[in-house]
């Protein structure tokens, strides 16, 4: 087994190592130095989203969303919320379908807000609809996150 996970950078997209015995809060980028747990959801592009469900050894739950929705808009804070609190046990990201269909496409992201947990590459798990923080919270424990 090895000491490291493989963390991608949301601000320049490449691969870091980080020592699991290294608190993740300390963890900085090799390549850009910036850190690589904001506590923040990251707005991705397709190629963004791409590079973390294939790469990130953490999962990656990612907010299906456009800014006419009003449940999205609705879920929004409980989302970054929830990121705050849990990260860096998951990485949270958030796409706007709107801007980037051809990467919702092919997940078949037929109604948002739509939330999909990744885990290197693979589909864990999918929810439609707006939800709270408990509700939210709830869905994530469900699936031993």
Same mark, same amino acid.
């Given at each position: 087994?090895?000491?490291? #996970?493989?963390? *991608? ?5 490449? /691969? ?9 809060d300390?963890? =900085? ?5 910036? %850190?690589?747990?904001?506590?923040k959801?990251? #707005? *991705?592009? !397709?190629?963004? /989203?791409?590079? =973390?469900?294939?790469?990130?050894? @953490?999962? *990656?739950? *990612?907010?299906?969303? +456009?800014?006419?929705? +009003? ?10 919320? $929830?990121?705050?609190?849990? &990260?860096?046990?998951? %990485?949270? /990201?958030?796409?706007?379908? &709107? !801007? ?9 992201? %037929?109604?948002?807000?739509? /939330?999909? $947990?990744f885990? %290197?590459?693979? &589909? @864990? +798990?999918?929810?439609s609809? +707006?939800?709270?923080?408990?509700? $939210?919270?709830?869905? $994530? ?5």
């Open positions: 087994m090895s000491n490291t #996970k493989q963390v *991608v950078c949301p601000y320049c997209n490449k /691969l870091s190592r980080l020592s699991i015995a290294k608190d993740a300390e963890g =900085h980028c090799g390549a850009c130095h910036k %850190r690589l747990f904001t506590g959801a990251i #707005k *991705v592009d !397709d190629d963004g /989203l791409k590079r =973390h469900i294939q790469k990130d050894d @953490l999962p *990656v739950l *990612v907010d299906f969303w +456009a800014p006419w929705c +009003a449940p999205c808009k609705m879920m929004a804070p409980v989302f970054e919320q $929830l990121a705050s609190e849990v &990260e860096p046990r998951v %990485r949270f /990201l958030k796409l706007n379908t &709107e !801007d980037y269909p051809s990467a919702a496409a092919p997940l078949g992201i %037929r109604s948002i807000p739509t /939330l999909i $947990l885990k %290197r590459g693979r &589909e @864990l +798990a999918r929810v609809g +707006a939800m709270d923080k408990s509700g $939210l919270s709830n869905w $994530l424990q469900q699936q031993n996150i």
